[in-house]
Antibody, heavy 122, light 108 residues
């Protein structure tokens, strides 16, 4: 059974860069034909899509975050990562990684990580 | 940008039918997915491509999509169905995901 696990600092200072990794178990990112995504949820609020990366490395980002977001794949570690620059308190959220059900961006996510809370505060 | 509108809350008595709507301009031309999220947990896919049910999701869950409204219907509602529900589409005109604001289903 595929498993996804987010990891990274739980506290980031304002104006700094948030960095998270999602480790994929029981499945290879490089040999798969899937999109891998980051989604976040501010406390008490709804879901917000951050972006997607294909196993080949092509990316799609939420236009509202595009200038600050980079998603990349590290096949040697079977991980994909998120970097969000110049963070503010508005970036405080639970961050989820997830995999699409099929090899199309319009497909839903069927596997999710448990989520990790990142707080932006000095 | 494309907007999906959900009612903030829906309340239903146990055993009755809950209908959660997701409104969007010509949403019937898009594929809609639905997620259930319980407190402190990651979302779970409960309906995809309008009306397909993932394995493990009870037959009490069904979905439809036409015109400007997609609907997730939960029949014979149980206490365990109490959760937040989110609709989601891929907006191909701008190449990004759009979520509805979420609906809190309360079982009375």
């Amino acid at each position: 059974q595929l498993q996804l696990q987010e990891s990274g600092p739980g506290l980031v200072k304002p104006s700094e860069t948030l960095s998270l990794a999602c480790t994929v178990s029981d499945g290879s990112i490089s040999s798969s034909n899937f999109y891998w995504d980051w989604i976040r949820q501010p406390p008490g609020k709804g879901l917000e899509w951050i972006g997607s990366i294909y196993s080949s490395g092509s990316t799609y980002y939420n236009p509202s975050l595009k200038s600050r977001v980079t998603i990349s794949v590290d096949t040697s570690k079977n991980q994909f990562s998120l970097k969000l620059t110049s963070v503010t308190a508005a970036d405080t959220a639970v961050y989820y990684c997830a995999r699409h059900l099929m090899s199309q961006l319009h497909s839903p996510w069927d596997y999710w990580g448990q989520g990790t809370l990142v707080t932006v505060s000095s | 940008s494309y907007v999906l509108t959900q009612p903030p809350s829906v309340s239903v008595a146990p055993g009755k039918t809950a209908r959660i709507t997701c409104g969007g301009n010509n949403i019937g031309s898009k594929s809609v997915h639905w997620y259930q999220q319980k407190p402190g947990q990651a979302p779970v896919l409960v309906m995809y491509y309008d009306g397909d049910r993932p394995s493990g999701i009870p037959e009490r869950f069904s979905g439809s999509n036409s015109g400007n409204t997609a609907t997730l219907t939960i029949s014979r509602v149980e206490a365990g169905d109490e959760a937040d529900y989110y609709c989601q589409v891929w907006d191909s005109s701008s190449d990004h995901v759009v979520f509805g604001g979420g609906t809190k289903l309360t079982v009375l």
